[in-house]
């Protein structure tokens, strides 16, 4: 990860706030504004950039990413060190922020496709209850090791979106993950946007901003 995130400070009192990180190829600028204009003005946000590697799915291009992807096949093997120190990394930032007051209840983590798909693996397996985790087109990495290696509460609030047609991350993949978490979590919420494709919407963002409002209410 590189070391200076994006961050966009809470316009009143932080009393909250919410991580989120980008998608393959991207860097935290690539959200930030668009996450800023949909939080309360009590959250800070964070928004990390990924250090740049060599990525095989795209020919061993170097790129900003989280960890190596190798193919977009549910059933190949994966980068697990990579996931697990990328994890550890998202974890690092969690608890930066209850080092700064901020109750690990009012954390929200959130990304898009690989960032996503980080975000929902590092909320899974972090051992306390986090405020929630949007995870937008993406699918849980290393799924053959849960529910085992979760450690996270089954009561975890889990926003799942995905466009129906996405060509990158297949809609399925989505379903199939919303399904699986489904049989060890309580609290899934998994949102269809039809004729997306590999992108956002405002729709989507309609529903995100509902989302962290009810996870991150103001405070009194």
């Not at 690539?30 to 740049?52: E, N, Q």
């Not at 974890?91 to 901020?102: F, M, P, R």
């Not at 972090?126 to 699918?139: E, F, I, N, Q, R």
Request: glycine residues 8%; contains cysteine; charged residues 15%.
């Amino acid at each position: 990860m590189e070391p200076n995130p994006v961050i966009i400070a809470a316009t009143a009192k932080q009393t909250a706030s919410l991580i989120f990180l980008h998608g393959l190829g991207d860097t935290g600028h690539g959200w930030a504004s668009t996450i800023a204009a949909i939080r309360g003005p009590h959250v800070k946000v964070i928004c990390p950039t990924a250090s740049t590697m060599p990525v095989t799915l795209n020919a061993g291009f170097r790129m900003p990413s989280w960890f190596d992807l190798r193919t977009l096949d549910a059933t190949a093997p994966e980068d697990e060190e990579g996931i697990l120190k990328a994890t550890e990394l998202v974890h690092g930032l969690i608890e930066n922020e209850i080092k700064s007051g901020i109750p690990v209840t009012r954390i929200l983590l959130g990304g898009f496709s690989q960032g996503g798909a980080l975000a929902l693996h590092a909320a899974l397996t972090y051992p306390d209850t986090l405020a929630g985790v949007m995870s937008l087109s993406c699918w849980l990495p290393r799924h053959a090791h849960f529910p085992d290696a979760v450690k996270a509460p089954t009561i975890i609030p889990v926003f799942q979106a995905h466009g129906d047609c996405d060509p990158v991350v297949p809609f399925k993949w989505g379903q199939m993950t919303a399904s699986f978490l489904k049989t060890f979590l309580k609290n899934i919420e998994f949102n269809t946007y039809q004729g997306l494709t590999h992108s956002s919407s405002e729709e989507e963002l309609k529903d995100m901003k509902v989302f962290i409002e009810r996870m991150l209410p103001p405070t009194l």
